[in-house]
């Protein structure tokens, strides 16, 4: 079945420091790629997505892009801040919003001043 | 602000207790919404869909007679953990998708944080 894999936790880094968290799927159709962050106590808040092969979703200085050839939609931000501290989701659903979301384990992101 | 209301945040009980969760959306209409639980430090997992005016869809391995849920309305559905034990304690999380917005996100509520004595 589908499938998404985050790479292990958690991460830590210092203020303005280059992120990335790689995420990798299993698919048996063309599904969508969303990021979803949890801040401590939290519900889930949509970060980004993108629907179809080479699009780039990008929101608070996040970018993404869904790589078709090598199945990935791996996270990145130039600088990452002390408020950027959280757990980040990758998840892949069909059906847009009507289709229930497959996650991944989640990254615990820790950015130091 | 918020989309999806979800109630109560925090709820402490007693083994045994039967505990009520709300999922509300707030101003739109909810044809389907979803229920995930949540582990400690693991990834969300869906428990059941649920459709307005039918039956639950329950996940492989989630008992419903155990989790009752309803969705008497298009902007509310609730999740019954009926006699609850403290394996149920967890992070219940419930999203909606808007009616005819196919091609929106989801807007998941800010989650239920069960603990059972």
């Known amino acids: 079945g589908d499938s998404v894999t985050q790479m292990e936790g958690p991460v830590t880094l210092s203020e303005e420091a280059f992120l990335t968290i790689n995420c990798t799927y299993t698919?048996?159709?063309?599904?969508?790629l969303f990021w979803y962050v949890q801040y401590p106590g939290e519900g889930l808040q949509l970060l980004l997505k993108?629907?179809?092969?080479?699009d780039k979703g990008s929101n608070k200085g996040f970018e993404a892009t869904y790589r078709k050839e090598t199945t990935s939609f791996h996270l990145e931000k130039g600088s990452v801040q002390v408020s950027d501290s959280a757990v980040y989701f990758c998840?892949?659903?069909?059906?847009?919003?009507?289709?229930?979301?497959?996650f991944g384990k989640g990254t615990k992101l820790s950015v130091k001043p | 602000g918020a989309v999806v209301s979800q109630h109560p945040s925090w709820v402490i009980c007693k083994s045994g207790t039967s505990v009520k969760i709300e999922c509300r959306s707030l101003?739109?209409?909810?044809?389907?919404m979803f229920w995930y639980r949540q582990f400690p430090k693991q990834s969300l997992m869906l428990m059941a869909t649920?459709?307005?005016?039918?039956?639950?869809?329950?996940e492989q391995g989630v008992e419903k007679d155990k989790f009752l849920i309803n969705h008497a309305s298009l902007t509310l559905s609730t999740l019954t953990v009926t006699s609850a034990h403290p394996e149920d304690s967890s992070f219940y999380i419930c999203?909606?998708?808007?009616?005819?917005?196919?091609?929106?996100?989801?807007?998941f509520g800010d989650g239920t944080r069960l603990s059972i004595l």
């Open positions: 101003d739109f209409q909810a044809t389907t």
């Open positions: 998840a892949l659903n069909y059906g847009g919003s009507q289709g229930n979301l497959i």
């Open positions: 993108a629907t179809k092969a080479d």
């Open positions: 649920s459709n307005e005016g039918s039956k639950a869809t329950y």
């Open positions: 999203s909606a998708a808007r009616r005819g917005w196919k091609n929106q996100p989801q807007h």
């Open positions: 698919a048996t159709g063309y599904p969508s």
